[in-house]
Each structure stands twice: as structure tokens, then as C-alpha cells.
């Protein structure tokens, strides 16, 4: 059965700390991983990783997955109160995207 | 315009009722996506559409009825439901056939089933 795991699936930390969100995943006809960002009620988009080792960047954002080992990770660095959402990845196949159950992160001023 | 517009925002409903959410783009996006999600929890799929074709039907129960008339509108018909039906329902929307896939998601539907 086809799943994906995120871990911790809650995390606390303060303004300017640096966090590393986790994702594996067992997806049949693999295509594609994404992260997405979810504060009230629509997820929007982070990244989409389709190759492995190739790290992708946005601002204290970056995420790199790994093929092989099947994860990928989400880093956030120099936090901001901002950023505290729940952190969904999920795996995309020939047809659905399967979520993670997601990682709620709260950061404390 | 890259936004996919949900109506309405909040809905509640006796299990008797009988109501629609409605789901619009117009980013000219073949395949949408109704996901099911309750508090706490990732979105579930529940049902996909390509080129206005039903094509996944995640096993979801027959008082959940989708429909899509053309390639810009989505509805999901509701009738009989039960409160454990409560959840946000997200509509979604994705250029099909695409090497790359990614949703765009509406701001969803709080439904609440009293």
C-alpha cells in the first residue's frame, strides 16, 4: 500500500532556530515529491522535487530528495514566528497525490 | 489569474439538506480534484476529473456526488450526510499530462453536518 510518513509530526522551536522537517515515502509510479505550507485553510506550494540531489531554494527554504532512500527533507533556517504552519509532503504518482499526515510547526518568539 | 475559487467558505447543514460546493478556475487546468480533510489530518482524495471525465473515485459514499459541467467548474452535490461528514473539502486543479504536476489549491469549504 502506498504511503507516505513526515516526522516529527510536531515540532516547537524559537524565532531564528534552524529546523529539518522529514518525509519518506513508498509511492508506486513515483513521479514527484511536494512540500506545502498550510495555515488556515488552502495548502500552497513550496517545492516540487523531481530528481534526487538536486537541493531547491527559496529564501530560508530548501528541500532535496533522495530517490534511492526514498525521503526527502524540508530545512527552514533563521525561523520566523511566520513560519509556524503545518508542513504537508506529498507524493505524487500516475494519478493522485498522496499527503503526508503532516508536520505541525510552531515557533516561539 | 492563478487562483482556484471555492464557494462558499463556511457552510453548515442538517443531515437532511441537500447543498452544493462550487469550485471555479480559470487558469485553463484539465484535471480538478475534490480532498476531504478533518482537523489534524492531510487531505484524503476523494475524487479526480481529466478533460471533465470522473477519472478516481476514491471509494467515497453516494451522498457525495461530483460533477463537473466544463473545464472551468467543479461541484460537489451533498445530500444525506452524516456530522461525521464535517471536514474542509479543498478543490484543486492541475495541468494533466504534464511530466510536472502541481495542485493549486482552492481555500476550501468548512462544512459542518449537525
Known amino acids: 500500500e502506498d504511503k507516505v510518513v513526515q516526522s516529527p509530526l510536531s515540532l516547537v522551536v524559537h524565532e531564528g532556530d534552524t529546523v529539518t522537517l522529514n518525509c519518506s515515502y513508498e509511492?508506486?509510479?513515483?513521479?514527484?515529491l511536494l512540500w506545502y505550507k498550510q495555515e488556515k485553510k488552502a495548502p500552497t506550494f513550496l517545492f516540487m522535487l523531481?530528481?534526487?540531489?538536486i537541493e531547491k531554494k527559496s529564501g530560508r527554504l530548501s528541500s532535496i530528495l533522495d530517490k534511492k532512500e526514498l525521503f526527502s527533507i524540508l530545512n527552514i533556517t533563521a525561523t520566523q514566528t511566520g513560519d509556524s504552519a503545518i508542513y504537508l509532503c506529498?507524493?505524487?504518482?500516475?494519478?493522485?497525490?498522496?499527503f503526508g499526515a503532516g508536520t505541525r510547526l510552531t515557533v516561539k518568539p | 489569474d492563478t487562483e482556484v475559487t471555492q464557494t462558499p467558505k463556511h457552510l453548515v447543514m442538517g443531515m437532511t439538506n441537500k447543498k452544493s460546493l462550487k469550485c471555479e478556475q480559470h487558469?485553463?487546468?484539465?484535471?480538478m480534484y475534490w480532498y476531504k480533510q478533518k482537523a489534524k489530518k492531510p487531505p484524503e482524495l476523494m475524487f479526480v476529473?481529466?478533460?471533465?471525465?470522473?477519472?478516481i473515485n476514491e471509494s467515497v459514499p453516494s451522498r457525495f456526488s461530483p460533477e463537473c459541467p466544463n473545464s472551468s467548474l467543479l461541484n460537489l452535490h451533498l445530500h444525506a450526510l452524516q456530522p461525521e461528514d464535517s471536514a474542509l473539502y479543498l478543490c484543486?486543479?492541475?495541468?494533466?499530462?504534464?511530466?510536472?504536476?502541481?495542485?493549486?489549491f482552492g481555500s476550501g469549504t468548512q462544512l459542518s453536518v449537525l
Open positions: 506529498a507524493a505524487y504518482n500516475n494519478n493522485d497525490m498522496r
Open positions: 523531481t530528481s534526487s540531489g
Open positions: 509511492v508506486t509510479n513515483f513521479r514527484s
Open positions: 487558469m485553463g487546468h484539465r484535471a
Open positions: 484543486a486543479s492541475s495541468l494533466p499530462g504534464q511530466r510536472i504536476e502541481k495542485l493549486f
Open positions: 476529473y481529466s478533460y471533465e471525465k470522473l477519472s
